[in-house]
Each structure stands twice: as structure tokens, then as C-alpha cells.
């Protein structure tokens, strides 16, 4: 089974910045990567996408304050969070896909707290 590996989370104050990673394995074929996040409900939220032409998208929660990005030579997607707020709490899910196939991170927890 292939597990993508996150890190980079935390605790971290309002208004505080962080940046998540995460590793994508070389053994699989991927067309898009993202995070998400997920919600009290349990359901896993959208918070950035980026596919290999690196088109972007971004919840409107996420917008003008998290970048995602990535890195071609080491694998590498990252999400860059700034000016962090408590409703940014959660765990945070790598993901990425091509086609019919996902593949998935453990989660990583970032809290926004004073």
C-alpha cells in the first residue's frame, strides 16, 4: 500500500506561519497533489490542489495566505501556510492522484492556538 509522508505540522499562535511537506513516492504515476483538510464531520476538505502543469486551486478560506507548490527534483509538495488563525485547526491530509487512483498521507495535525 502506498502512504505519502507528511510533515512540518505543530502549534503554532494567530497569525503564526507554517509549512507543511509532503513526499511523493517515485513509484507511482501522479497527475495532481493536494491537502486537505479535515473537518469536525469527519469529512476531508480541499485546502490546495496543484497538478503537473502546476495549475492551482485554493478553498476561499486559503486564499492570499496558503501557497502550494512543489518540488520537481525532490518529490516534494509543500503547502506554506501564513497569518494561521484557530479555524485553520485540523489534521492536514497529503494527497495525490492519477486517474482513478489516490493515494493518501497519515495526517498530520496542525493546531492555531494562543
Known amino acids: 500500500q502506498v502512504r505519502l509522508a507528511e510533515s512540518g505540522g505543530g502549534l503554532v499562535q494567530p497569525g503564526g506561519s507554517l509549512k507543511l511537506s509532503c513526499e511523493i513516492p517515485?513509484?507511482?504515476?501522479?497527475?495532481?497533489m493536494g491537502w486537505y483538510r479535515q473537518s469536525p464531520r469527519l469529512q476531508r476538505d480541499m485546502v490546495a490542489t496543484?497538478?503537473?502543469?502546476?495549475?492551482?486551486t485554493y478553498a476561499d478560506s486559503a486564499k492570499g495566505r496558503f501557497t502550494i507548490s512543489r518540488d520537481k527534483s525532490n518529490n516534494m509538495v509543500h503547502l506554506q501556510m501564513t497569518n494561521l488563525q484557530p479555524a485553520d485547526t485540523g489534521v492536514y491530509y497529503c494527497?495525490?492522484?492519477?486517474?482513478?487512483?489516490?493515494?493518501w498521507g497519515q495526517g498530520i495535525q496542525v493546531t492555531v492556538s494562543s
Open positions: 517515485t513509484n507511482i504515476q501522479v497527475y495532481g
Open positions: 496543484i497538478n503537473v502543469v502546476d495549475g492551482t
Open positions: 494527497s495525490a492522484w492519477f486517474r482513478e487512483n489516490s493515494y
